[in-house]
């Protein structure tokens, strides 16, 4: 199996969290989130972190919080989800329409483009 950089997986061997910076052959180039010493795992030992295990060590989990630590963001975000599990298709419209606009209005567009 072959994982896309940027993944984060957990290295079984040792059972420590790490991100994929690149692949190699049959060997894959980890190192520990947030950076460090990067070291090669053969990829048959590797496998997917779990979403618990991303949260647990503060990341966000397949973009499960602000990659950028916004408080807004997040709570959107969970908005988002919990109108999208209700199965309330207008529900679930507006709140990604409104982290959407968050996202780009606070994140994106330089204050001079704002009307």
Not at 74 to 97: E, I, P
Request: glycine content about 8%.
């Amino acid at each position: 199996m072959t994982y896309r950089e940027g993944a984060y997986v957990v290295d079984t061997r040792s059972a420590r969290l790490a991100q994929v910076m690149g692949n190699v052959g049959p060997r894959v180039q980890v190192r520990p989130p947030g950076g460090g010493k990067e070291w090669e795992a053969p990829a048959h030992t590797l496998r997917l972190a779990t979403r618990e295990e991303r949260e647990a060590a503060g990341l966000s989990g397949a973009a499960s919080a602000s990659p950028i630590r916004c408080a807004e963001c997040v709570t959107l975000q969970s908005a988002q989800r919990t109108a999208v599990d209700s199965g309330d298709r207008q529900r679930a419209v507006a709140a990604t329409v409104a982290m959407r606009d968050h996202f780009r209005h606070a994140h994106l567009l330089p204050e001079s483009s704002i009307w």
